[in-house]
């Protein structure tokens, strides 16, 4: 389908035991597009990325890549499909070098962007990751460092390079500003703007509102689990934003 939206959740819902953390939700990226998803502490951000990296079945609802229904049995699936996912709470692991993590759990993928190399050795895969860093605009001295060397600001550096490196379609950054100083920040947000120049979608949480209206095209609001607004950011301006996410203006 030509007009459909690159990646889109259709009336999604789900429930924690009692607690229902989406209802009906409907939310969509284009490709070369930046949408912001915002909302207070639980209202169901990292549940919609969750639903929509395969980590989580919604209890109903559909989802469409490129107009296709998919279900994702697992975070592998969505991963094949070409849909990379920074969590909140990202897992790098700390024993293994920058250039193993960037290669973590890819031996067994088709051909990534650097999968056409073919097989890699230890160091030609720390060389190639520490270029695959550099090409996405993040700079970390020494791919043969273990993560465990690294500040935390390094660290959420690797794992952005890493997800921005493999994505194929759709990048989605769950908090990635999160301990990240402020030239770190404005660094991210030109990594989420490079990912958008190559054409991918990409999806930003953050609670950082001038980051958002900064960087984003698109800004989707939930509050206590549902849209309560989806408009251009053009339409927001810091205050307005503010209200929206509270709940002291009351979405149109
Ligand atoms: N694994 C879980 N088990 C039970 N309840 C959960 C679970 N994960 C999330 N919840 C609940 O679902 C709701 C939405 O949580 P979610 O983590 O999606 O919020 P969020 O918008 O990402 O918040 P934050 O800004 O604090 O990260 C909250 O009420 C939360 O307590
Ligand atoms: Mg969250």
Redesign the pocket.
Known sequence: MADAPLYEAVGIS????H????FDVNFSVNPGEIVGLV????????????ILSGV?PPDRGKIRLDGVERTWKSPHDAIEAGIETLY?DSGLAPDLTIGSNVFLGREKLKPGILGRLGFLDQKAMERQAAEELKRVGIAVSGSRRTVSDLSGGQRQAVAIGRAIAWARKVIML??PTNHLGARQSIEVLSVMRSAKEQGLGVIF?S?TLPHVLEVTDRVVV?RL?RVVRDAATSEFDAESLLGTITGLIEAS
Request: aromatic residues 4%; neutral net charge; glycine residues 18%.
């Open positions: 789900k429930s924690y035991g607690v229902t953390a989406l909302g207070d502490n639980g209202a169901g951000k990292s549940t919609l990325i969750k989580h909140q769950d908090e949480i609670h939930l689990g």
